[in-house]
């Protein structure tokens, strides 16, 4: 080397000198932390929606003071998007576990574009103590009601006309009806009730109830009063039964009646409705009805003398007006029966009927 450089030109050892500081210089420049990093290729809005991760930067210059102390014009919206530094609110060093509990449903990139508000951690125990109920407070909540019924005392009432018809059989035409109306509370009532049908212009039955109506439960009622039969033979009755809803919706109606001479009925009626539309409206209707001593004269067998079953379809034009069609079998049974083929009555009767159910 020694001899290299005594037999070498002055001018190209100068020039030997410059390239070897040319090439040193990158070096010297890397190692020392002042080469410009090159361009980066993620830029901090994209690295705050976590689309990347942004190039690690070497700040010497900065001291940890002002990296703790930060920006107080910096808010969190900034702070997410890499644009400046939050304040530290921590008294204690980095090393320490941070307590802050990030919301799933709201990650901080989310949260620093306003897209939505990440949800505090509720406290595990409510705020002030939640009072014991008092006799005070039940009273407010459930006050006397009169009787035990909402309505209390007040007067009300109500007229239905169940069938109100006309009907075409094998052995002629004639009308029919049968209608009921209350007047009272929810607890105490007067019920009157009227039936009977005609056939070829002469009232064949008609009758009128009168009966007291106490509610025992609240879907069954109490009833005690009288029958009287105007056709085809005046009689009295005195009655006594229950009406209501049944399970599953049926509207039942069970009266005994104890008639001159000793004479005991039960009538039995169900009825139910199928709502086919809200206005269009399917109801089977089965009656049926039983005596306990034989009297010819007035065509009543012993047992079940007589059962009647219809079906009829009606629209609800208004809730209180509705159209119908349907038909209706009558039989007579047992010895019910005999008495009728002997007097030479009907046996069995199949009806078609067109009439309309109103009420007010």
Not at 87 to 100: V, Y
Not at 109 to 138: F, Q, S
Not at 156 to 162: I, K, P, T
């Amino acid at each position: 080397m020694k001899y290299i450089l005594a037999n070498m030109s002055p001018k190209l050892l100068a020039l030997s000198c410059v390239a070897a500081f040319a090439y040193a210089m990158p070096v010297q420049a890397q190692h020392s932390g002042h080469a410009k990093d090159p361009m980066p290729t993620c830029t901090p809005e994209h690295a705050a929606m976590g689309h990347c991760t942004m190039p690690a930067t070497h700040q010497h210059e900065a001291s940890p003071k002002t990296e703790e102390a930060g920006d107080p014009g910096c808010t969190p919206e900034h702070a997410a998007m890499g644009h400046c530094t939050m304040p530290s609110t921590q008294g204690h060093s980095h090393d320490t576990a941070s307590t802050e509990v990030v919301d799933p449903r709201c990650p901080p990139e989310h949260a620093a574009m306003g897209h939505c508000t990440p949800r505090k951690p509720g406290p595990t125990e409510p705020l002030e103590p939640i009072p014991e109920l008092t006799d005070e407070d039940r009273a407010a909540a459930f006050p006397h009601l009169h009787g035990g019924h909402a309505h209390g005392s007040d007067l009300h009432w109500f007229v239905r006309f169940n069938r109100f018809e006309a009907w075409d059989a094998d052995h002629g035409t004639g009308q029919a009806w049968s209608g009921s109306a209350w007047i009272g509370g929810d607890v105490n009532r007067l019920r009157l009730k009227s039936s009977g049908e005609r056939s070829g212009g002469r009232t064949g039955s008609t009758n009128a109830h009168a009966l007291y109506s106490r509610s025992v439960t609240p879907w069954w009622d109490l009833v005690a009063g009288v029958k009287q039969e105007f056709r085809p033979d005046s009689r009295t009755w005195g009655a006594i039964g229950l009406e209501g809803l049944a399970p599953y919706m049926f509207e039942v109606s069970a009266i005994a009646y104890v008639g001159s001479g000793g004479q005991v009925q039960l009538k039995v009626e169900a009825e139910y409705e199928v709502l086919l539309t809200n206005r269009l409206i399917l109801q089977p209707l089965v009656e049926a009805t039983a005596s306990l001593k034989n009297e010819p004269e007035a065509g009543i067998g012993s047992g079940l003398g007589k059962l009647e079953a219809g079906l009829r379809l009606r629209y609800e034009v208004t809730r209180r007006f509705a159209p119908y069609i349907g038909v209706a079998h009558e039989r007579t049974m047992g010895n019910t029966t005999d008495i009728a083929r002997a007097n030479g009555g009907h046996l069995r009767d199949t009806r078609v009927v067109a009439g309309i159910r109103f009420w007010f």
